[in-house]
């Protein structure tokens, strides 16, 4: 492995070492494009907090943001993807 792809890997799993960031991506992964609002009412937490976390969650590569007008939508990024399979191999 190259010195890249090993920071690359240390960025996802600090991305997702904690459990309100799992939470999310298991909350995008099945509502493609949803809202911070969304996410928030669905997880039932703080609006600042939640935003902190899925902006951390962003800056991993994790979770792609596209704007519509004044809402903005939530995606998994292809290495968030692969987050999922890491993590359900891990649940199991």
Do not use: C, D
């Amino acid at each position: 492995m190259t010195e890249r792809q090993i920071k690359r890997l240390e960025r996802v799993f600090k991305g997702i070492a904690n459990h309100w960031r799992i939470k999310i991506i298991f909350l995008i992964a099945k509502n493609h494009g949803i809202s911070l609002q969304s996410i928030v009412e669905n997880l039932e937490s703080n609006y600042q907090t939640t935003s902190e976390h899925v902006r951390r969650l962003t800056i991993a590569g994790l979770v792609t943001k596209k704007y519509h007008g004044r809402t903005v939508g939530h995606t998994l990024s292809p290495y968030g993807l692969q987050a999922i399979v890491i993590l359900k191999n891990f649940r199991e």
